[in-house]
């Protein structure tokens, strides 16, 4: 998921390279062996020709626009997007203001209706994180506030809730911080991604750790789940009093495949695939050129973060001098995370952002976006280009979904043609 819990992992800068020296060249394209029980697929060069690269189209084919949604005039604001088997586009709106509701679109863009509201009952939503299509043709919603899913039929009518999952927690050392319960995303079959929170994990003393997370695979009622195992989250620098995220730190994505899952944390172009009951399958890896966190970069960073704090009306200097004090002495990564986020598409294909950055605010970044493709067996295909100012949420056969963050942040959705 795109949606991040810490202020910094928003930040943005620049897309990485791909390595492409004579070394790289003379190597096969792909090498596959056995590790324990795991495939393991080295990725030296993409495997597409010329002929069969993937290409977005220039222009958007269905563009949904401000306050598309009913009567009111509430300008749209989504969290996340997901297309459903029939094409219908759910958006989960309400990311900072918004609609906190799911607003369902046909595929050409006309509204249909909207699946729960704001509140804290069954069916509505305190700070709806995500919502998606979900086994047969109905649609789920996790709640953040609450820590509850609220299912709904077809048409929007609310059905059930699934509880909070009320899993008993780890901690880390007295004083440092944690993540709370939540659900990633739905499996093919109803169950969901789950994590009873998360605890900051460091060995001894002071120094560098991780925050981090068991995932469950949980129940469609929510009263069964397998663990997973456990996964990192966020990398942290503890002084024995004080927590600080690490800037540039590498932020996880979960992406479900079938009864398995992707995951992906960027600290390297690794994605691995576990199966449903946490097992190995796969590990895909890409020929990745690391960048370095470089003076000019912690410098554009810290320009963009001051200006998303005064682009807020209530914004006061005194709130602009406690966010340049934020950053005083802070610690940062040696280079940028290989990639920002990863999803499955209809057809079944991986698709990683190549980093340019995380979350769902404008970027200080110029020029399209690159994502990988990978295929269901570890085999980069090639890399695919998106229009500049794109966040992809989704993709299918023909058709790329995303959302574009206009002048004084409004927010429109945009599909564009996908030609294979």
């Given at each position: 998921?795109?949606?991040?819990l810490?202020?910094?992992a928003?930040?943005?800068?620049?897309?990485c390279?791909?390595?492409n020296?004579d070394?790289?060249a003379?190597?096969?394209?792909?090498?596959?062996?056995?590790?324990?029980?795991a495939?393991?697929?080295?990725?030296?060069?993409?495997?597409?020709?010329?002929?069969?690269?993937?290409r977005?189209?220039?222009?958007?084919?269905?563009r949904?626009?401000?306050s598309?949604?009913?009567?009111?005039?509430?300008l749209l604001?989504?969290?996340?997007?997901?297309?459903d088997?029939d094409?219908?586009?759910?958006v989960?709106?309400?990311d900072q203001?918004?609609?906190?509701a799911?607003?369902?679109?046909d595929?050409?863009?006309?509204?249909?209706?909207?699946?729960?509201?704001?509140?804290?009952?069954?069916?509505?939503?305190?700070?709806?994180?995500?919502?998606?299509?979900y086994?047969?043709?109905?649609i789920?919603?996790f709640d953040?506030?609450?820590d509850?899913l609220?299912?709904?039929?077809?048409?929007?009518?609310?059905v059930?809730?699934v509880?909070?999952?009320?899993?008993p927690?780890?901690?880390?050392p007295?004083g440092?911080?944690?993540?709370?319960?939540?659900?990633?995303a739905?499996?093919?079959?109803?169950h969901f991604?789950?994590?009873?929170?998360?605890?900051?994990?460091l060995p001894?003393?002071?120094g560098?750790?991780?925050?981090?997370?068991?995932?469950l695979r949980?129940?469609?009622d929510?009263?069964?789940?397998?663990t997973l195992?456990?996964?990192?989250?966020?990398?942290?620098?503890?002084d024995?009093?004080?927590?600080?995220?690490?800037l540039?730190?590498p932020?996880?994505?979960h992406a479900?495949?079938?009864?398995?899952?992707y995951y992906?944390?960027?600290?390297?172009f690794?994605?691995?695939?576990?199966?449903p009951?946490?097992?190995?399958?796969?590990?895909?890896?890409?020929e990745?050129?690391r960048?370095?966190?470089?003076d000019?970069?912690?410098?554009?960073?810290?320009?963009?973060?001051?200006?998303?704090?005064?682009r807020?009306?209530q914004?006061?200097?005194?709130m602009?001098?406690?966010?340049?004090r934020?950053?005083?002495?802070?610690p940062?990564?040696?280079?940028?995370?290989?990639?920002s986020?990863g999803f499955?598409?209809?057809?079944?294909?991986l698709?990683?952002?190549?980093?340019?950055?995380m979350?769902?605010?404008?970027?200080p970044?110029?020029g399209?976006?690159?994502?990988?493709?990978?295929?269901?067996?570890?085999?980069?295909?090639?890399?695919?280009?998106?229009?500049?100012?794109?966040?992809v949420?989704?993709?299918t056969e023909?058709?790329?979904?995303g959302?574009?963050?206009g002048?004084y942040?409004?927010?429109?959705?945009?599909v564009?043609?996908l030609v294979?």
């Amino acid at each position: 998921m795109r949606h991040l819990l810490l202020f910094t992992a928003v930040a943005a800068i620049t897309a990485c390279g791909t390595a492409n020296d004579d070394t790289t060249a003379q190597l096969p394209a792909t090498q596959v062996r056995d590790s324990a029980g795991a495939r393991v697929v080295e990725n030296a060069r993409p495997t597409w020709s010329e002929d069969e690269a993937w290409r977005v189209g220039p222009e958007p084919v269905v563009r949904i626009l401000g306050s598309d949604g009913g009567g009111e005039n509430l300008l749209l604001d989504p969290i996340s997007l997901d297309v459903d088997p029939d094409g219908r586009i759910i958006v989960a709106d309400g990311d900072q203001a918004g609609w906190d509701a799911i607003l369902v679109y046909d595929r050409d863009g006309r509204f249909l209706f909207q699946a729960g509201r704001e509140g804290e009952g069954p069916g509505e939503f305190g700070q709806l994180w995500w919502a998606s299509a979900y086994r047969g043709d109905s649609i789920v919603g996790f709640d953040m506030a609450t820590d509850r899913l609220n299912v709904f039929s077809p048409e929007g009518e609310f059905v059930r809730q699934v509880p909070r999952l009320g899993l008993p927690r780890r901690t880390g050392p007295p004083g440092t911080m944690g993540f709370t319960d939540g659900v990633d995303a739905a499996y093919d079959d109803g169950h969901f991604l789950a994590y009873p929170g998360g605890w900051f994990d460091l060995p001894e003393g002071t120094g560098l750790g991780w925050t981090k997370r068991e995932l469950l695979r949980m129940a469609p009622d929510g009263a069964r789940w397998d663990t997973l195992g456990t996964f990192s989250i966020l990398e942290y620098h503890w002084d024995g009093s004080r927590q600080r995220q690490v800037l540039f730190s590498p932020y996880p994505f979960h992406a479900p495949y079938g009864q398995s899952f992707y995951y992906g944390l960027g600290e390297s172009f690794e994605i691995r695939r576990y199966g449903p009951t946490g097992d190995l399958q796969l590990v895909i890896r890409k020929e990745h050129r690391r960048r370095p966190v470089t003076d000019e970069l912690r410098e554009q960073f810290l320009l963009w973060y001051t200006e998303q704090t005064t682009r807020s009306v209530q914004v006061t200097d005194a709130m602009i001098e406690r966010t340049r004090r934020t950053f005083d002495g802070a610690p940062w990564g040696d280079s940028l995370p290989a990639f920002s986020d990863g999803f499955v598409d209809s057809e079944g294909y991986l698709w990683v952002e190549n980093y340019r950055w995380m979350g769902v605010s404008r970027a200080p970044v110029d020029g399209p976006t690159v994502w990988s493709v990978f295929d269901s067996t570890g085999v980069w295909l090639g890399d695919v280009e998106t229009p500049p100012g794109l966040i992809v949420h989704d993709a299918t056969e023909d058709r790329v979904y995303g959302v574009v963050v206009g002048e004084y942040d409004v927010k429109e959705i945009e599909v564009y043609p996908l030609v294979r």
